[in-house]
């Protein structure tokens, strides 16, 4: 007697066709996902690995993620520091804050990310431009706070550098100058050094804390 020629194929217990294909499907999602990853993460790291050597570890990762970031207006001091005067909080006792805007942990400020972005890519740099070519007006400050560790960030617009005041380093930021100066004059309206080349204003009364 002959089996019914209608009867359905019997399955291979063993065979898990669809289901690999399925497994196949997500591992090779996962590590595409992955690779892109890894790509992005080494794209920034060529991108900024200049600019990570110039600012030191340390400093880049307060630019990066500190709570607390003071945006400083500066100006002349004439007050005259004695010897018994705390170290200069800017490098010299020349400078002092005329103005400043304190930006603390959950505060944002339009700008603030994208300049803490720019300063830790190699591209905002010009390296070849030699420190002598100008004569840097330190206008503003940008000080990166997280609890005892601090970086103070000197910068110059009319001839554009900035100036870490813990390492004395210094670099020119030519290709940011622009963006810089919108940031930043937006923080202060009117402020001190409009236009380039305008003297600086001495300080009168002692700078507010």
Same mark, same amino acid.
């Given at each position: 007697?002959?089996?019914?020629?209608?009867?359905?194929?019997?399955?291979?217990?063993? !065979?898990?066709? $669809? +289901?690999?294909?399925?497994?196949?499907?997500?591992?090779?999602? &996962?590590? @595409?996902?992955?690779?892109?990853? =890894?790509?992005?993460?080494?794209?920034?790291?060529?991108?900024?690995?200049?600019?990570?050597?110039?600012?030191?570890?340390?400093?880049?990762?307060?630019?990066?993620?500190?709570?607390?970031?003071?945006?400083?207006?500066?100006?002349?001091?004439?007050?005259?520091?004695?010897?018994? !005067?705390?170290? $200069? +909080?800017?490098?010299?006792?020349?400078?002092?804050?005329?103005? &400043?805007? @304190?930006?603390?942990?959950?505060? =944002?400020?339009?700008?603030?990310?994208?300049?803490?972005?720019?300063?830790?890519?190699?591209?905002?740099?010009?390296?070849?431009?030699?420190?002598?070519?100008?004569?840097?007006?330190?206008?503003?400050?940008?000080?990166?706070?997280?609890?005892?560790?601090?970086?103070?960030?000197?910068?110059?617009?009319?001839?554009?550098?900035?100036?870490?005041?813990?390492?004395?380093?210094?670099?020119?930021?030519?290709?940011?100058?622009?963006?810089?100066?919108?940031?930043?004059?937006?923080?202060?309206?009117?402020?001190?050094?409009?236009?380039?080349?305008?003297?600086?204003?001495?300080?009168?009364?002692?700078?507010?804390?």
């Amino acid at each position: 007697m002959t089996g019914n020629s209608n009867s359905p194929p019997v399955e291979d217990p063993d !065979d898990d066709g $669809p +289901r690999y294909s399925g497994r196949w499907a997500i591992i090779a999602v &996962t590590l @595409l996902a992955v690779l892109m990853a =890894s790509y992005a993460w080494w794209h920034r790291r060529q991108a900024g690995e200049r600019a990570l050597e110039f600012w030191g570890p340390e400093t880049a990762l307060l630019i990066s993620r500190a709570p607390e970031v003071e945006l400083i207006e500066l100006g002349l001091d004439n007050r005259g520091l004695t010897a018994v !005067d705390e170290a $200069p +909080r800017f490098g010299s006792s020349s400078l002092a804050a005329v103005r &400043t805007k @304190l930006v603390q942990r959950g505060e =944002s400020v339009p700008g603030l990310n994208k300049a803490r972005t720019i300063l830790l890519q190699d591209n905002a740099f010009a390296w070849d431009e030699p420190a002598g070519s100008c004569e840097p007006r330190w206008q503003y400050a940008l000080e990166f706070r997280d609890g005892q560790r601090r970086a103070t960030v000197l910068i110059a617009l009319d001839c554009p550098r900035v100036k870490l005041v813990e390492r004395e380093a210094s670099a020119s930021i030519r290709p940011i100058a622009e963006p810089l100066r919108e940031f930043l004059v937006a923080q202060f309206p009117e402020a001190q050094f409009p236009t380039p080349g305008l003297p600086h204003e001495k300080l009168t009364t002692p700078a507010a804390k």
